[in-house]
């Protein structure tokens, strides 16, 4: 996809409402009506999880900012926070007594073969279905402060600047995305870049990014994710464990006696799911406003242009995807964050309005947690474009973000050649 063939165009006219629209060789035929020729492919997996939120989106997405809008710093129901602490502390209390129970059987006294094997089954399942510590996703690495002092002295300002406690981290992996939490028993607060999203920002856009994720501990609704969060990944796991694999994916027939068993743990398999539904529900606004009150104070921060300009960049994971395929064949000598800014330079004017076009869709939204684009955009309308922060600082964080170009390519070559071979 280059300059040449981006400027490759005709005219045809719109199966849905006749209108004549361009078309460019590559990219999507796109009218403003709502008619695409085709779809894109999702930048992730839809796993159980995902559909439930996506599904929530759907139904609530507007009720939801209705409400948020009118008030959006009035405090979650007291009652709705109480009974999904008290769902969720059910769950952390049933993986501890399945694992005290395990216990039990092995080293009671005079213990049967039955009560043995019992033991070793409790236990292996509730390790697995043991709350987890959030853990850095494998691929990100973390970096060294000295290493790095004006990215971190960038962020602790902006920290400063939003009343919030400093980062005690940043780490930066392969995702088109930048994500904050805490992580391991010490609960470290760890800021995630996602290089290559970063690689094509520009530093008041990368400002407005992070002052988002900063936003999250401004409002403190990390900590009610992470104890609830945990319970609904537990549940998750549970609903796994008990799910039969779907008759249309089995490689042999259930014979006549493995019918009932198989739609026994069918229907066991819906008591877990219909709590783990239940959980994230009462969840769900919480989780909403959290996104809602985190892209407010990212624009009373950094001002709403910056921001609004992250929600279409962030669109460009298919470009990133691209870039990847075209630089894996000459890995010597392309960069893969060369070739993406190449990529991103050559889009012609229709494909980028198409971008800022799909952010005011009703029910489009860049992640299935986080609330409709169109709405976060509605949401922070009224604040200025732009606010001057220190520019010459960013620049230099970003060049120490430069250092690593080549070694980030290497190591994302060779995750991409260990997942395709």
């Known amino acids: 996809m280059n300059q040449t063939t981006a400027q490759l165009s005709h005219s045809l006219s719109c199966p849905q409402c006749n209108k004549e629209i361009p078309t460019h060789k590559g990219y999507v035929t796109w009218c403003e009506c709502g008619y695409q020729d085709e779809g894109e492919p999702e930048q992730k997996e839809k796993n159980r999880l995902n559909r439930l939120y996506e599904r929530l989106g759907q ?22 926070l109480m009974l999904a602490y008290l769902l969720s502390t059910i769950i952390h209390l049933i993986s501890l007594g399945t694992l005290l129970s395990g216990i039990y059987c092995l080293l009671r006294q005079s213990p049967s073969i039955f ?29 060294d402060r000295k290493d790095f002092p004006h990215l971190y002295e960038a962020v602790d300002r902006l920290s400063d600047h939003m009343k919030t406690k400093r980062i005690d981290g940043i780490a930066v992996n392969h995702e088109w995305n930048a994500s904050i939490g805490y992580y391991g028993w010490k609960k470290e607060c760890i800021l995630t870049i996602g290089y ?6 520009a530093n008041t856009q990368k400002q407005a990014i992070i002052a988002h994720e900063l936003g999250h501990l401004v409002n403190k609704d990390l900590s009610r994710t992470m104890y609830i969060g945990t319970a609904i990944h537990t549940l998750d796991k549970w609903v796994e464990l008990l799910t039969p694999i779907p008759l249309d994916e089995r490689e042999d027939n259930l014979g ?6 198989y739609y026994f743990m069918a229907l066991i398999s819906r008591i877990p799911y219909l709590y ?23 624009a009373e921060t950094c001002g709403k242009e910056p921001l609004l300009q992250t929600f279409t960049h962030l669109q460009y994971g298919n470009l990133y995807n691209l870039s990847i395929t075209q630089a894996l064949p000459r890995r010597k000598t392309s960069n893969v964050y060369d070739l993406l800014n190449e990529n991103i330079q050559s889009l012609p004017p229709r494909e980028i309005e198409r971008y800022r076009w799909r952010d005011q869709l009703e029910h489009f939204h860049l992640d299935h947690t986080h609330p409709p684009t169109k709405y976060r955009s509605l949401m922070i309308s009224h604040l200025p ?12 964080a970003s060049f120490e973000l430069g250092t690593i170009k080549e070694d980030m390519h ?8 260990y997942w395709i071979s």
């Open 385 to 396: 474009q732009q606010i001057e922060r220190d520019s010459s600082l960013w620049e230099k």
């Open 276 to 298: 783990l539904v239940l959980l994230v529900h009462l969840l769900f606004d919480d989780s909403q406003k959290g996104e809602y009150l985190a892209d407010l104070k990212a």
């Open 59 to 80: 139904k609530r997405g507007k009720m939801v900012f209705e409400k948020i809008k009118e008030n959006p710093f009035e405090p979650v129901p007291r009652l709705t």
């Open 196 to 201: 290559p999203l970063f690689s094509v920002l």
């Open 115 to 143: 009560s043995v094997a019992l033991g070793l089954f409790l236990c292996g399942v509730s390790w697995l279905i043991r709350p987890r510590w959030n853990q850095l996703e494998e691929g990100s690495f973390r970096l």
């Open 410 to 417: 290497e190591d994302l070559m060779e995750e991409v050649r």
């Open 256 to 261: 006549f006696f493995e019918l009932p068993a």
